[in-house]
Protein backbone atom coordinates (compact mmCIF):
# COMPACT_ATOMS: atom_id res chain seq x y z
CA UNK A 1 0.00 0.00 0.00
CA UNK A 2 1.66 3.42 -1.20
CA UNK A 3 1.71 5.86 1.47
CA UNK A 4 2.14 9.73 1.06
CA UNK A 5 4.37 12.45 3.35
CA UNK A 6 4.21 15.42 2.59
CA UNK A 7 7.04 18.24 4.64
CA UNK A 8 8.42 21.43 3.80
CA UNK A 9 5.78 23.98 4.56
CA UNK A 10 6.02 26.29 6.98
CA UNK A 11 5.55 30.52 7.28
CA UNK A 12 7.50 32.69 4.93
CA UNK A 13 7.43 36.24 4.11
CA UNK A 14 5.39 37.52 0.60
CA UNK A 15 8.32 36.94 -2.16
CA UNK A 16 10.53 33.81 -0.66
CA UNK A 17 10.60 30.63 -1.03
CA UNK A 18 9.56 26.76 -0.06
CA UNK A 19 10.41 23.52 -1.67
CA UNK A 20 7.67 20.65 -0.52
CA UNK A 21 8.54 17.04 -0.20
CA UNK A 22 6.10 14.30 -0.97
CA UNK A 23 7.96 11.00 0.10
CA UNK A 24 6.25 8.07 -0.75
CA UNK A 25 6.86 4.13 1.05
CA UNK A 26 5.10 0.57 0.44
CA UNK A 27 5.97 1.62 -3.14
CA UNK A 28 8.19 2.56 -5.78
CA UNK A 29 6.61 6.16 -7.15
CA UNK A 30 8.39 5.65 -10.81
CA UNK A 31 5.38 4.29 -12.32
CA UNK A 32 2.58 6.88 -10.44
CA UNK A 33 1.64 9.87 -11.39
CA UNK A 34 1.75 12.67 -9.00
CA UNK A 35 -0.28 15.80 -8.45
CA UNK A 36 0.08 18.35 -5.60
CA UNK A 37 -2.66 20.34 -4.35
CA UNK A 38 -4.10 23.03 -1.75
CA UNK A 39 -6.93 24.01 -0.15
CA UNK A 40 -7.11 27.73 1.32
CA UNK A 41 -9.48 29.32 4.41
CA UNK A 42 -12.84 29.25 2.84
CA UNK A 43 -11.58 27.58 -0.56
CA UNK A 44 -12.22 24.51 -2.52
CA UNK A 45 -9.25 22.10 -2.77
CA UNK A 46 -7.70 22.75 -5.89
CA UNK A 47 -4.80 21.47 -8.48
CA UNK A 48 -1.57 23.43 -8.89
CA UNK A 49 0.68 20.56 -10.66
CA UNK A 50 1.24 16.78 -11.61
CA UNK A 51 4.27 15.14 -12.82
CA UNK A 52 4.12 12.17 -14.77
CA UNK A 53 5.46 8.44 -14.22
CA UNK A 54 9.06 8.41 -14.61
CA UNK A 55 8.69 12.80 -15.02
CA UNK A 56 8.23 12.92 -18.91
CA UNK A 57 5.70 15.51 -18.50
CA UNK A 58 4.47 18.22 -15.98
CA UNK A 59 1.36 20.82 -15.51
CA UNK A 60 0.81 23.68 -13.84
CA UNK A 61 -2.09 25.87 -12.64
CA UNK A 62 -1.91 29.13 -14.58
CA UNK A 63 -1.87 30.96 -11.16
CA UNK A 64 1.47 28.83 -10.12
CA UNK A 65 2.82 29.09 -13.79
CA UNK A 66 6.53 30.26 -14.04
CA UNK A 67 6.61 30.52 -10.05
CA UNK A 68 6.20 26.66 -8.72
CA UNK A 69 8.54 24.04 -10.49
CA UNK A 70 7.48 20.29 -9.43
CA UNK A 71 10.25 17.33 -9.99
CA UNK A 72 10.90 13.73 -8.89
CA UNK A 73 13.93 11.75 -7.70
CA UNK A 74 13.75 8.15 -8.02
CA UNK A 75 16.24 7.56 -5.51
CA UNK A 76 14.50 9.09 -3.00
CA UNK A 77 10.91 8.00 -4.35
CA UNK A 78 10.14 11.32 -3.60
CA UNK A 79 8.28 14.37 -5.38
CA UNK A 80 9.31 17.84 -5.05
CA UNK A 81 7.23 20.74 -5.11
CA UNK A 82 9.56 23.87 -5.47
CA UNK A 83 7.74 27.63 -4.90
CA UNK A 84 8.90 30.44 -5.48
CA UNK A 85 7.87 34.13 -5.22
CA UNK A 86 5.53 33.27 -2.53
CA UNK A 87 2.00 35.37 -2.30
CA UNK A 88 0.20 35.50 0.33
CA UNK A 89 -3.00 33.92 -2.52
CA UNK A 90 -0.40 31.12 -1.80
CA UNK A 91 -1.17 30.07 1.92
CA UNK A 92 -3.21 26.66 1.66
CA UNK A 93 -2.68 23.32 2.91
CA UNK A 94 -0.93 21.58 0.39
CA UNK A 95 -1.17 17.76 -0.24
CA UNK A 96 0.59 15.20 -2.72
CA UNK A 97 -1.31 12.46 -4.18
CA UNK A 98 -0.70 9.65 -6.71
CA UNK A 99 -2.32 7.37 -8.58
CA UNK A 100 -0.86 4.27 -10.31
CA UNK A 101 -0.14 5.44 -14.51
CA UNK A 102 2.43 4.10 -16.30
CA UNK A 103 1.43 4.62 -19.48
CA UNK A 104 0.82 6.87 -21.32
CA UNK A 105 3.16 9.45 -19.17
CA UNK A 106 0.58 11.82 -18.40
CA UNK A 107 -0.81 13.97 -15.36
CA UNK A 108 -3.74 15.66 -14.58
CA UNK A 109 -4.83 18.39 -12.10
CA UNK A 110 -7.98 17.87 -11.81
CA UNK A 111 -9.29 17.25 -8.26
CA UNK A 112 -12.42 15.40 -8.64
CA UNK A 113 -11.96 13.12 -11.69
CA UNK A 114 -8.65 13.29 -11.46
CA UNK A 115 -8.71 9.49 -9.91
CA UNK A 116 -6.02 10.17 -7.51
CA UNK A 117 -6.16 7.40 -5.25
CA UNK A 118 -3.29 7.58 -2.41
CA UNK A 119 -3.19 11.16 -0.67
CA UNK A 120 -0.59 12.47 1.85
CA UNK A 121 -2.14 14.52 5.44
CA UNK A 122 -1.23 17.92 3.88
CA UNK A 123 1.71 20.77 5.21
CA UNK A 124 0.36 24.12 5.80
CA UNK A 125 1.77 27.16 3.83
CA UNK A 126 1.53 30.51 5.34
CA UNK A 127 2.64 33.58 3.62
CA UNK A 128 2.56 36.50 5.33
CA UNK A 129 4.55 39.75 6.70
Known amino acids: QLQLVESGGGLVQPGGSLRLSCAAS????????VGWFRQGPGKVREGVSCISSRGYNTLYADSVKDRFSVSRDSAKNTVYLQMNNLTPDDTAVYYC??????????????????????WGQGTQVTVSS
Open 26 to 33: GSALDYYA
Open 97 to 118: AAQWKPSPPICTTAYHTGGYVY
